[in-house]
Nanobody
């Protein structure tokens, strides 16, 4: 069974850091790129970062660029999202998702291109 499991969320003060993990199992991880999305209460889901596992290319939304870093540990089939300089507006449920690389357009706005999703992990940033 294909699975993506997020971990590492929690409560942190503004200016603090968290590292989220996304562990994949049950599918050919090498064929998939991994994206991170988030959704705050009452707001639309937002794609914030993506990493290509074939060439390591990364993409960031403007809202997190310069503060968040995505990386991949291929041996562990795990992708990380290092989040620094957190702001209260970063509060959301964070999801990782997998997209078959050969069909992925490169747009974080195309969440429908991601066929596998984790259940999410809550990140709360207090002011």
């Amino acid at each position: 069974e294909e699975q993506l499991v997020e971990s590492g969320g929690g409560l942190v003060q503004a200016g603090g850091s968290l590292r989220l993990s996304c562990a994949a199992s049950g599918f050919l991880f090498d064929d998939y790129g991994i994206g991170w999305f988030r959704q705050a209460p009452g707001k639309a889901r937002e794609g914030i970062s993506y990493i290509s596992r074939s060439d390591g290319r990364t993409t960031y939304a403007d809202s997190v660029k310069g503060r968040f870093t995505i990386s991949s540990d291929n041996a562990k089939s795990t992708v990380y999202l290092q989040m620094n300089s957190l702001k209260p507006e970063d509060t959301a449920v964070y999801y990782c998702a997998a997209a078959l690389e050969k069909f992925y357009s490169g747009s974080l706005q195309r969440a429908y291109e991601f066929g596998y999703w984790g259940r999410g992990t809550q990140v709360t940033v207090s002011s």
